[in-house]
């Protein structure tokens, strides 16, 4: 049985840590506010931009962008978004797994996949896994997204794509919810997927190009890619800090309950020590007589 003092010791160093990880959680609400906010302020944006690019690939030939092309199933490149570090629940391991069954899967038949991984973590878990697939790695980016950083990623994509070194485009990212709900997305990024009135319920929209087609797809459909993957930068950080509240909330209250056993333990444990005392007075004094 645990003596006095390791049981004290142990009280004391449970508290310890419960100070840590409430402080932690403070920490990840007061991100969670910023994040959410921006990943909400940018749907709207991302969503009609998606839409409307559709809608133009659907009206386009087959040649006529090479963010447009289908070439087939060569090689195709996945982003993975996952954070720098860990504390947060599932959240790093549930996109790092999704990565993992998608691309063993395959259920499309590509020949090869490349990975880029945004975040140390998802390097961390999947580099004994599927280590030979990792192409590059970005670390300490995911903390403070910006545009420019989506848009450095974006023309890297973009400029691979119309190369011709990848025949597909696809992220993986935690999507926000809510504090306690993020939901692991899949989405193909290139090429651009045309979409039909039929399948939007929407009616079929005649778009007058100004100064020229060329010009205007030749803008837009590189900032559409730039668009997506800042809204899965802002979605996954804003998923990051709530997942990471959730989990501090929890080993708090796990601490608390901890406590609460171990100071049941020390009392009887305390109470066991003062009976045996007061046993061996009895006993000497009786043994005097």
Same mark, same amino acid.
């Given at each position: 049985?645990?003596?006095? @003092?390791?049981?004290? %010791?142990?009280?004391?160093?449970?508290?310890?840590?419960?100070?840590?990880? %409430?402080?932690?959680?403070?920490?990840?609400?007061?991100?969670?506010?910023?994040?959410?906010?921006?990943?909400?302020?940018a749907r709207p944006y991302a969503e009609k931009l998606?839409?409307?690019?559709?809608?133009?690939?659907?009206?386009?030939?087959?040649?006529?962008?090479?963010? !447009?092309?289908?070439r087939g199933t060569g090689r195709a490149l996945v982003?993975?978004?996952?954070?720098?570090?860990?504390?947060?629940?599932?959240?790093?391991? =549930?996109?790092?797994?999704?990565?993992?069954?998608?691309?063993?899967?395959?259920?499309?038949?590509?020949?090869?996949?490349?990975?880029?991984?945004?975040?140390?973590?998802?390097?961390?878990? !999947?580099?004994?896994?599927?280590?030979? %697939?990792?192409?590059?790695?970005?670390?300490?980016?995911?903390?403070?997204?910006?545009? %420019?950083?989506?848009?450095?990623?974006?023309?890297?994509?973009?400029?691979?794509?119309?190369?011709?070194?990848? &025949?597909?485009?696809?992220?993986?990212?935690?999507?926000?919810?809510?504090?306690?709900?993020?939901?692991?997305?899949?989405?193909?990024?290139?090429?651009?997927?045309?979409?039909?009135?039929?399948?939007?319920?929407?009616?079929?929209?005649?778009?007058?190009?100004?100064?020229?087609?060329?010009?205007?797809?030749?803008?837009?459909?590189?900032?559409?890619?730039?668009?997506?993957?800042?809204?899965?930068?802002?979605?996954?950080?804003?998923?990051?800090?709530?997942?990471?509240?959730?989990?501090? &909330?929890?080993?708090? $209250?796990?601490?608390?309950?901890?406590?609460?056993?171990?100071? !049941?333990?020390? =009392?009887?444990? $305390?109470?066991?020590?003062?009976?045996?005392?007061?046993?061996?007075?009895?006993?000497?004094?009786?043994?005097? @007589?």
């Amino acid at each position: 049985m645990p003596s006095l @003092k390791d049981i004290k %010791k142990r009280i004391g160093s449970v508290k310890n840590t419960q100070q840590i990880t %409430k402080a932690m959680k403070m920490v990840a609400a007061a991100k969670l506010r910023r994040a959410q906010d921006a990943a909400v302020a940018a749907r709207p944006y991302a969503e009609k931009l998606q839409t409307v690019m559709s809608n133009l690939a659907a009206r386009e030939e087959g040649d006529g962008h090479p963010l !447009l092309i289908q070439r087939g199933t060569g090689r195709a490149l996945v982003i993975l978004m996952t954070a720098d570090r860990g504390l947060c629940g599932g959240f790093n391991a =549930n996109a790092s797994k999704e990565a993992e069954r998608f691309i063993r899967a395959n259920e499309q038949g590509f020949e090869d996949f490349d990975l880029m991984i945004i975040g140390r973590k998802g390097r961390d878990f !999947l580099r004994s896994r599927i280590g030979d %697939k990792i192409s590059k790695v970005y670390e300490n980016i995911t903390s403070d997204a910006t545009y %420019k950083t989506a848009q450095l990623i974006g023309e890297e994509v973009v400029s691979a794509y119309s190369e011709e070194k990848y &025949d597909a485009v696809f992220v993986i990212y935690n999507a926000f919810q809510s504090a306690i709900v993020q939901n692991v997305t899949l989405e193909q990024v290139l090429p651009i997927q045309p979409k039909e009135a039929e399948e939007t319920g929407e009616a079929t929209i005649d778009y007058i190009y100004e100064p020229n087609r060329g010009e205007v797809l030749s803008q837009l459909l590189p900032k559409m890619v730039e668009v997506q993957i800042f809204r899965a930068l802002l979605e996954s950080n804003a998923s990051e800090q709530g997942a990471r509240m959730s989990a501090m &909330d929890s080993a708090s $209250r796990n601490a608390s309950d901890m406590i609460g056993k171990l100071t !049941l333990q020390y =009392n009887r444990a $305390r109470q066991a020590a003062i009976t045996k005392e007061l046993m061996e007075i009895i006993s000497g004094a009786e043994s005097i @007589k």
